[in-house]
């Protein structure tokens, strides 16, 4: 697992955890937190590819909420609904017209052996974006202090010392 701290405000902006099955293939990332990594055509000459409005997630974190962006959903607001499934412990994000279902996954939640609660649900809708905020429990907020203390005494390398690092 990787993850990459503002240190201005002190929150996660980026959570990533390696996923390989096979010692020499290529790195490969599961990114939990943060804006998807890019995906390269390793070939030109493919004939199929995904196509570029169709709707993608990322996820973010602020100091009070946790935040989900679904961009290239182009319905008004109306459209959606956002429920919290206590039994599959996750958000689901449906449109009335049924174009749209998916469910999000809570990471951070389901390490506290939390519940999703239905009042902490918030959503807008901008730019053909849906945003949808949950508002953090307090163990949740408590966890993350103490482990910013913890990565606090943590010394960061520099570039310059990397460069003295000399591989074997």
Known sequence: MVEEYNLDTNVV??????????????D????????PQPIYNKEENMMIRENSNQPFISRRITKTNLEWRIRNLPYSIETYSVMA???????????????????????????LNLIPEQENVSFSHKFNTL??????????????KTILEEIKQVQPKH???MNNCKPS
């Open 13 to 26: 902006t980026r959570r990533a955890w390696r996923c390989n099955k096979q010692l020499k293939d290529e």
């Open 28 to 35: 490969k990332w599961d990114v939990e937190i943060g804006d």
């Open 85 to 111: 499934d206590r039994d599959s412990r996750c958000l689901i994000v449906r449109t009335t017209n049924k174009k749209y279902y998916k469910k999000l996954e809570i990471p951070d939640l389901d390490r």
């Open 131 to 144: 945003i949808i905020t949950y508002k953090k429990p307090k163990k949740l907020v408590e966890m993350e």
């Open 159 to 161: 570039q310059q010392d």
